[in-house]
């Protein structure tokens, strides 16, 4: 893991390489955009935390005051507890040795809600609730499309789950993610995707409370369809957490624009192979991690899409291939290499934000474009939580 850059830098040519750089403007923007659609469509937006895992950043989405939050670590829901937030879902499938440190969070008055699939998890939820003397708020997951975890609407154990939590007093609502539509391009398709992941919840809501159990949340959430979604009818809660940041792959669904990626990794240049068409630099998948998210979209975008320091795109040139401290930069189609000189400092747009995010200890923060030809002023240095 990259050490953080230290708070003296001034601008982005100052400190050593490679370093993560979050734009705090776009940040603002993108935060912007998702909470008007959620106030519009008349739910609560709780955010994933687990991409940016910084409450720096998670301070931007509400006005500075700790919000409703999503995480996907009970690490990551002890240290924003820590930060003052009181309402969170710890949004994995709960396994039972994990259990007495959601009691110890719900023991501080966080609001600490836990994810299951099985009757299994259940019974371990509702036994460690009676044994602690207190109700342990759990979410059974649903299964909209297939992609992972959870219990389709219609399956006889849906009602078993919930009449075992109901009778420990732990049954909080049910949740769904619609991870499929991480390959769904175009509105059309996110619209359908975001209407199949409200069905779904609804559906399984509805049949539980037709089984005389209460449902209070349904949550539903994908950073494509949040911002698909035009009718979250029975829906009390919408979850995204890439959107702060967005990235290459959401930029290749089109859910956003290039303009909207507001996480880099700054590298230099620090050689050239000519004879194979490489420049080499010294961010390789320490600094950017190996997720390959486009490769299955029609833009492969390799390790990630180049730009200069100011953050305009390098036309075709593109990270195509990395070693644990090494980045090969090569054109689209074999065009002749760009004059980048030995020392040339870049900065690289990541296909999987949370991914690369998860490279480093924290950011180095811009808050908008530089003049051409001018290193970015540095602003702030945001931190991300650590630890189990």
């Given at each position: 893991m990259n050490t953080h850059p230290r708070a003296a830098a001034r601008t982005l040519a100052d400190p050593d390489t490679p370093f993560a750089v979050v734009d705090r403007h776009k940040v603002l923007r993108n935060a912007a955009r998702l909470a008007a659609r959620a106030e519009r469509l008349g739910v609560t937006l709780?955010?994933?935390?687990?991409?940016?895992?910084?409450?720096?950043?998670?301070?931007?989405?509400?006005?500075?005051?700790?919000?409703?939050v999503t995480v996907s670590t009970l690490a990551e829901a002890e240290a924003f507890a820590d930060g003052g937030y009181t309402d969170i879902t710890?949004?994995?499938?709960?396994?039972?040795?994990?259990?007495?440190?959601?009691?110890?969070?719900?023991?501080?008055?966080?609001?600490?809600?836990?994810?299951?699939?099985?009757?299994?998890?259940?019974?371990?939820?509702?036994e460690a609730a009676r044994a602690a003397g207190t109700?342990?708020?759990?979410?059974?997951?649903?299964?909209?499309?297939?992609?992972?975890?959870?219990?389709?609407?219609?399956?006889?154990?849906?009602?078993?789950?919930?009449?075992?939590?109901?009778?420990?007093?732990?049954?909080?609502?049910?949740?769904?993610?619609a991870g499929e539509s991480y390959f769904a391009y175009g509105a059309e398709a996110q619209r359908a995707a975001a209407d199949a992941e409200r069905d779904a919840a609804v559906a399984a809501a509805d049949r539980l409370r037709a089984a005389g159990l209460p449902v209070d949340v349904v949550s539903v959430g994908s950073t494509p369809t949040a911002h698909a979604a035009e009718d979250l009818g029975g829906v009390t809660e919408l979850r995204a957490g890439n959107y702060v940041f967005f990235d290459l792959v959401m930029a290749g669904l089109g859910v956003c624009d290039l303009d909207d990626l507001a996480?880099?990794?700054?590298?230099?240049?620090?050689?050239?192979?000519?004879?194979?068409?490489?420049?080499?630099?010294?961010?390789?998948?320490?600094?950017?991690?190996?997720?390959?998210?486009?490769?299955?979209?029609?833009?492969?975008?390799?390790?990630?899409?180049?730009?200069?320091?100011?953050?305009?795109?390098?036309?075709?040139?593109?990270?195509?291939?990395?070693?644990?401290?090494?980045?090969?930069?090569?054109?689209?189609?074999?065009?002749?290499?760009?004059?980048?000189?030995?020392?040339?400092?870049?900065?690289?747009?990541?296909?999987?934000?949370?991914?690369?995010a998860a490279q480093h200890r924290g950011y180095l923060v811009v808050d908008g474009p530089s003049a051409a030809g001018e290193a970015s002023a540095v602003v702030d240095e945001w931190h991300r939580v650590t630890g189990w």
């Open positions: 709780r955010p994933h935390v687990k991409t940016a895992k910084s409450l720096d950043v998670a301070a931007l989405l509400h006005g500075g005051a700790p919000c409703p710890y949004a994995v499938g709960i396994a039972p040795h994990k259990l007495p440190r959601v009691v110890d969070l719900l023991r501080r008055g966080v609001v600490l809600r836990v994810l299951l699939d099985s009757p299994e998890q259940a019974e371990a939820v509702a109700a342990i708020p759990a979410q059974i997951e649903i299964d909209c499309d297939g992609h992972r975890g959870g219990l389709r609407p219609g399956d006889p154990a849906l009602v078993t789950v919930g009449r075992i939590l109901h009778e420990a007093a732990c049954l909080d609502g049910v949740l769904t993610h996480l880099s990794v700054v590298v230099t240049v620090i050689g050239h192979r000519p004879e194979h068409g490489w420049i080499m630099t010294d961010g390789g998948w320490m600094a950017m991690s190996r997720d390959r998210g486009t490769a299955a979209q029609p833009l492969d975008q390799g390790y990630g899409l180049v730009t200069d320091l100011a953050g305009t795109p390098i036309p075709d040139l593109v990270m195509t291939a990395a070693s644990q401290e090494h980045g090969t930069l090569t054109t689209r189609d074999g065009a002749p290499l760009p004059d980048l000189p030995l020392g040339t400092r870049l900065r690289v747009l990541p296909n999987h934000a949370c991914a690369t």
